[in-house]
Structure formats: C-alpha cells, structure tokens
C-alpha cells in the first residue's frame, strides 16, 4: 500500500523554470528605439547647453580682456603710466595695494587673472612690464556693472531645461514614428505567422506560398525568407512523416489482419485441443490489443484527436485495475524469468475493486505496459513493487544509479546511441499527458530503487 501522496503533475521541470516564468518581460524593439532617441536627445540637450555656458562665459571674459589689453597697449604708448581711461580700471604696482576683498584670495593664487571679491564685485586682472618702472606694472578692472551672463544665469539655465524638454519630447515623437515605420514589417510578419497557426491545412501549420517576396530586400525581407525556407523544409519533412505514417499504418495493420483472422478460422475448428484454443483466444486478443496501440500510437504522432474508443473524454466507465495488473504481469511472464525478477503487487482493495475513473483503458493499459516493460528491462534482480490506492500507482525496481542520467527529466528523451528509457517512457509521458495522468519520477531515499509514480485524474 502506498504511503506517500502522488503529486499530480506534468513531466518534471527544471529546477529554474518557475524563476525564468518570474523573470521581468523584455523591452519591445519599438521602446528601445524610443528610448534611445529620448536618451539621445538628452545627451544633445545637456551637451548643447554646456557647450553654450561655455561658449558665452569665454566670450564675456574676453572682452574685458580686450578692454584690458586696449588700456595696456595704451600706457605702453606714454612715456611714463597715466590714469586709465575706463573709470573701472586701477593701476597697481604691488599686490597688496590691490582693493581689500581680493588681496587675499591673490595671495592664495598669484596665477590668478579673474578673481570674486565681496558684495557681488568680480575683479580681472592684467600683468605687464613698462620701461619706466621696474616692477610689473598691474590693471585691475571692476567689471560687475558690466557682467551680462552672470546676472541672467538662472534664466539661461531654465531656457536650456525648458528647450532640452522640447528636445525630449520631439525626439520621443520621432522615435515613436520611426519605430512603427521599421517594426511594422517586422509586426506584418509576425501578425503573417500567427494567422497560420489557425489556418491549417491537413493539419499542418502552413505560410502562405512566397510571402517573403512582399517584403523589402532588407533586414527583415532576409528573415522572412529564411522563415519560408525553413518552414518549407519543414512542410516537407512533415509530408515525409505522414506518408511514413501512412505506409506504416498499411504494413502493420495487415499482417494483424492476416493473423488475427487466421486465429478466429482456426477456433472455428470443433476438434481443437482446448490448450490450443486458448493459444489462439491469446493471439486475437493480442491482434486486437495490437491493433488498437498501432492506431493511438500513429494518431498521436500525427498530433490529432484521438479516436472515441480510446480518448479518454469519452469514457465514464470506471477501468478495475486488479485485472489490467495482472494481465500485464502475465504478458511479462517470460521477462520476468530472464531478469530473475518478481512482483510485489499491493493494492489498496477492502471490499471493493480498485477502479481509475476518467481514464481510457486503452490508454491505460499502455501506460503501465510501457512502465513495467521498463522496470523489468532495466532492473536488477530482486522485487518490483508495484502498489496502488485510490489516489495513485507506484512502481519501483532496483537498479544501479550509473545506469541514469543525471537530470530525471533526460529519462523522456531517447538518445541516439542510447539503449535504455527512452521510448517507453516518451510514449508514457505523452499518454499521461493526454489523459490528465499526473507522472513523476525519482530515486528512493537510499538511491537504491527507480520509483515511478502516476497519479489517477480527479
């Protein structure tokens, strides 16, 4: 009897799915070209405005060192200094004779040439030699009821945020428009794609013949034609497989004909020993059983709906387990003498049978001959257990644990050298799908037992 409680659920995730589907979307191409216009005025906007203050800072300095330089070339034409011209300007012969709010700060730097000095005065400064005085000679002008950038700074600084966001706002117009001209090929594409996902024609997904031809010879014109290239190989790897599928329909299903009707002519015989009427009884009941997997196998590979007998939405009859179990064990009679194997079957019955409900016994059936062909195929000797309840199925067998790969979830996929679980346990996995079966798999606590569980559809 089982202990544990069988989780319902699909084939076994990857550890970091549930963080990838929690993951932040991606930005659209469109915002990325608004983005980057926006940022790319803004970077236009702060640069102009930098460059301007710049611009217009240098330019008011070097007037007043022009007017300077006027008042220079000036005292160099006299014999001896006169007084300035401008009212504004002094002549100095020392530092410290220099006005009393910038004697210091010069001191602190004698390099100096344009130095603040207190109550909003601002003081250029002008060095130069004159013959008839052996110490520098220096022009020290007053400029503050000349300044014209300083006073207007705060209005400057507003019109520049005030333009940079006329900027802003015309470059993320721009982008905008821009953005739809590009993508909309790209969008005509896609909206192309996903219209052929409801137009289907013999069930394949189909594009319309030459679409790539109405796009421009550009980047996405390439696209669209390596995506007609690629799904024409894929029409006709798809025409290929269905014919396959269909040969092999043809080739299978006659020969279990041939041999089912071969068995009923001959249980028609009165003088049949009864031993060998219950060979033949086994062999059309195997026909038939042949017969209806070949059929859900094919349907299922050619991804359409399954048929009545065997969809699992059609059936409301309750399916006993005991009696599929043990006609199961008894078809892996012989498997199990090879594997020197035997079966621990448990099952949860008090009064009444075990039955699964909303699952087809067709479907049924193959599942667990698929999960018991694989335990007895890939086990070592000893007991498989298999243990049933009303909630769910177990079955588990002893096994080397080098024999498994790393992921559980590789168990589903056949490799190409690969003689181990690979089919059975795809075919499994889709069935179970399909039937709304829960499937996991897992190792046993000491890692010495493969545990398959299967938990019944509510």
Not at 42 to 55: A, Y
Not at 273 to 291: D, G, N, S, V
Not at 327 to 332: E, T
Not at 415 to 428: E, K, N, P, Q, T
Request: proline share 6%; charged share 15%.
């Amino acid at each position: 009897m089982m202990t544990e409680a069988v989780t319902k659920s699909a084939p076994i995730p990857a550890a970091n799915t549930a963080a990838f589907n929690q993951a932040s979307p991606a930005i659209s191409l469109s915002q990325r070209i608004v983005r980057s216009f926006v940022l790319l005025a803004l970077c236009c906007g702060l640069l102009f405005s930098l460059v301007n203050l710049i611009f217009v800072y240098t330019v008011e300095d070097q007037f007043f060192y022009h007017q300077l330089k006027q008042e220079q070339r000036r005292q160099l034409q006299h014999a001896t200094t006169v007084t300035p011209v401008s009212p504004l300007m002094q002549l100095y012969f020392k530092p410290t004779d220099f006005p009393k709010d910038i004697v210091e700060k010069f001191q602190q730097n004698t390099r100096a040439r344009e130095i603040p000095g207190e109550a909003g005065r601002h003081y250029h400064l002008l060095k130069f030699d004159h013959p008839a005085h052996q110490v520098p000679v220096w022009l020290v002008m007053e400029v503050s009821q000349q300044l014209v950038v300083r006073p207007i700074r705060t209005e400057m600084l507003l019109f520049y945020g005030f333009t940079t966001l006329l900027m802003l706002a015309a470059a993320a117009v721009i982008g905008i428009v821009l953005s739809r001209r590009a993508t909309r090929p790209l969008l005509e594409l896609v909206q192309l794609v996903q219209q052929s996902q409801h137009t289907q024609s013999q069930q394949t997904q189909s594009l319309p013949k030459g679409f790539a031809a109405n796009f421009r010879d550009n980047e996405i014109g390439l696209l669209a034609r390596t995506l007609e290239q690629a799904f024409d190989r894929l029409q006709q790897f798809v025409e290929r497989e269905r014919a396959f599928s269909r040969d092999a329909s043809h080739e299978l299903r006659t020969p279990l004909s041939l041999i089912q009707s071969s068995a009923e002519l001959l249980l028609l015989q009165p003088d049949l020993p009864t031993a060998a009427q219950q060979k033949l009884q086994q062999i059309t009941a195997a026909c038939l059983q042949m017969t209806q997997l070949i059929n859900t196998l094919l349907t299922l590979s050619r991804e359409q709906a399954l048929p009545e007998s065997v969809d699992s939405d059609k059936h409301s009859a309750a399916v006993p387990l005991l009696p599929l179990l043990e006609q199961l064990v008894i078809q892996h009679s012989d498997l199990l003498l090879r594997q020197h194997l035997t079966i621990d079957l448990q099952l949860a019955e008090n009064t009444s049978p075990l039955l699964v409900h909303k699952v087809s016994p067709v479907l049924l059936q193959m599942i667990l001959a698929n999960l018991l062909q694989n335990a007895c195929s890939h086990s070592l000797p000893g007991e498989v257990l298999i243990a049933a309840d009303a909630q769910g199925l177990l079955i588990s067998n002893p096994l080397n644990v080098a024999d498994l790969p790393l992921e559980p979830a590789a168990l589903f996929a056949k490799g190409r050298h690969s003689s181990g679980y690979g089919v059975g346990l795809g075919i499994v996995q889709r069935l179970c799908q399909h039937s709304s079966i829960g499937l996991a798999i897992a190792l046993n606590a000491d890692k010495t037992r493969l545990e398959v569980r299967l938990s019944w559809p509510l």
